[in-house]
């Protein structure tokens, strides 16, 4: 397997170098097996992107797989890992939630765990937090937005961890990233002056991933579950506040009347619209029948 990826791409000029697809047993070693050869071909100046199917297996490939390579090598390869911009923390926002009062044992809690965690990281990666943001819907408020939304004269500009990690990326010989990534961000690679060797590893659902992305949805259940979010979080959140707010100012409760029957509304419009997708895309199909197959 080395000796068949390093022939590939050494030897150019004596035929032009073809993709390879290679299978191999788990356990075998296919990640010393394609690193090893790939760090010689990538030497002085070419990159090595490795793209694999979890977050989970980007770090395993940082901590195992390469501190081994660097054991064999008599040069040393530093190796990158590059997750989407949501994975990070946005220091900016995270300041400005901290000057934001809540009545949420757990959202208080999670602030000060943040806080701790943050003497000690050194990626800003929340994944480090082992928290679900389903369950801590406040991570929601301080994940990055992408550097491009960065203000250059916020004091935390300069340290900015996602910045860091694309600057780390730019500087390393092997950038680990993810499936899902790699397909979002494709226009990106193929901009670069010198096209990077690339190992799509766990491939067996990357077809699958590559055709979900490409494909346009419409979430509409999404709409229904965020508009339930928003009113569990402003009954069990804020009543408090908002009656102490609202007090007998009349204004002020009219305004927030208005904003209830809003959504109410938008809940009503996103029901009648479910509705009449499935009235006119699924009642009347037969699905995984052999005449007809059910194509929306």
């Known amino acids: 397997m080395m000796n068949l990826i390093y022939n590939n791409y050494a030897a150019t000029k004596v035929h032009p170098a073809q993709n390879l697809v290679i299978e191999a047993p788990t356990g075998i070693g296919k990640s010393l097996g394609y690193t090893l050869p790939l760090s010689y071909l990538s030497r002085p100046h070419k990159q090595v992107i490795i793209s694999t199917s979890t977050t989970y297996l980007q770090e395993q490939l940082k901590e195992q797989a390469l501190p081994l390579l660097n054991d064999i090598l008599p040069f040393p390869v530093i190796a990158a890992v590059l997750k989407g911009n949501k994975h990070y923390i946005d220091l900016t926002k995270f300041m400005e939630q901290l000057a934001i009062y809540d009545n949420s044992a ?11 965690w943050l003497t000690e990281t050194q990626t800003g990666d929340l994944d480090e937090l082992h928290l679900n943001a389903e369950q801590v819907p406040f991570l929601n408020s301080i994940k990055h937005d992408g550097v491009k939304w960065l203000d250059k004269q ?24 993810n499936h899902d990534y790699l397909l979002n961000n494709t226009a990106k690679f193929a901009e670069l002056p010198e096209k990077p060797y690339l190992v799509i590893d766990e491939a067996q659902d990357f077809a699958d991933r590559a055709a979900r992305i490409s494909q346009k949805h419409i979430r509409l259940f999404d709409g229904i579950a965020t508009y339930n979010k928003i009113i569990a979080m402003w009954q069990n959140n804020h009543d408090s506040q ?47 029948s052999r005449e007809e197959n059910f194509e929306c």
């Open 106 to 116: 757990q959202t208080k809690f999670v602030k000060s765990q943040i806080l701790v």
């Open 154 to 177: 916020s004091a935390f500009y300069s340290d900015d961890f996602l910045r860091y990690a694309l600057a780390q990326a730019k500087r390393a010989d092997f950038v680990i990233i």
């Open 242 to 288: 908002i009656k102490e707010l609202v007090g007998s100012d009349l204004s002020v409760q009219s305004v927030v009347v208005d904003i209830l029957n809003r959504l109410d509304g938008v809940k009503l419009s996103l029901n009648q619209l479910i509705d009449q997708t499935f009235n006119r895309f699924v009642a009347h199909r037969r699905l995984h």
